[in-house]
Antibody, heavy 114, light 113 residues
Framework: EVQLVESGGGLVQPGRSMKLSCAAS????????MAWVRQAPTKGLEWVAT????????YYRDSVKGRFTISRDNAKSTLYLQMNSLRSEDTATYYC???????WGQGVMVTVSS | DIVMTQSPFSLAVSEGEMVTINCKSS????????????LAWYQQKPGQSPKLLIY???TRQSGVPDRFIGSGSGTDFTLTISDVQAEDLADYYC?????????FGSGTKLEIK
């Protein structure tokens, strides 16, 4: 059974940092590109970033470029999202996903507030 | 960036009726290499993670009831739900994965009368 389990969320002050993790199991993690998708409260889905299967390529939405870093550790089957200089508009539930394979985590809430 | 324009914002139907949800992309999502449209449809029920319904515009994901039908090509796409059931209460989103940044439609809220 495929499982994606996110962790690391919570309440953080504006301008501070937070790192999300996503532990994968039930499939060959190193074969797949991975993504983070977020959803602000009562809002729609928004793609954040994607990393290729081997970590050699990364892609970001403009609003997080230079602030967020997506990375992976294939030996640990774990995906990461380092979030720096957080803003109130980053408040959302963050999903770890392979959207085209219908692999989704349960989501982790990040609240940026003073 | 490819803009996905999804409509309607919401709709309310009775069980047994049919609904159509539309997504229009600002650029073609059809790959000339493999003739596939890089358009997917998702269902998100309240409090749950999204679920893939349709990929490549018209291929139903395994386990998805055949009342969910995806159609369209190029820039115009439709999700049709025939014989709507109470369990179909959800938000529906299209996603283009033809090019980065990936972009979702704004969503359609389906309510059951």
């Amino acid at each position: 059974e495929v499982q994606l389990v996110e962790s690391g969320g919570g309440l953080v002050q504006p301008g501070r940092s937070m790192k999300l993790s996503c532990a994968a199991s039930g499939f060959t993690f190193s074969n797949y590109g991975m993504a983070w998708v977020r959803q602000a409260p009562t809002k729609g889905l928004e793609w954040v970033a994607t990393i290729s299967y081997d970590g050699s390529s990364t892609y970001y939405r403009d609003s997080v470029k230079g602030r967020f870093t997506i990375s992976r550790d294939n030996a640990k089957s774990t995906l990461y999202l380092q979030m720096n200089s957080l803003r109130s508009e980053d408040t959302a539930t963050y999903y770890c996903t392979i959207p085209t394979e219908d692999y989704w985590g349960q989501g982790v809430m990040v609240t940026v507030s003073s | 960036d490819i803009v996905m324009t999804q409509s309607p914002f919401s709709l309310a139907v009775s069980e047994g009726e049919m609904v159509t949800i539309n997504c229009k992309s600002s650029q073609s999502l059809l790959s000339s290499g493999n003739q596939k449209n890089y358009l997917a449809w998702y269902q998100q029920k309240p409090g749950q993670s999204p679920k893939l319904l349709i990929y490549y515009a018209s291929t139903r994901q395994s386990g998805v009831p055949d009342r969910f039908i995806g159609s369209g090509s190029g820039t115009d796409f439709t999700l049709t739900i025939s014989d709507v059931q109470a369990e179909d209460l959800a938000d529906y989103y299209c996603l283009q994965h033809y090019s980065y940044p990936l972009t979702f439609g704004s969503g359609t809220k389906l309510e059951i009368k």
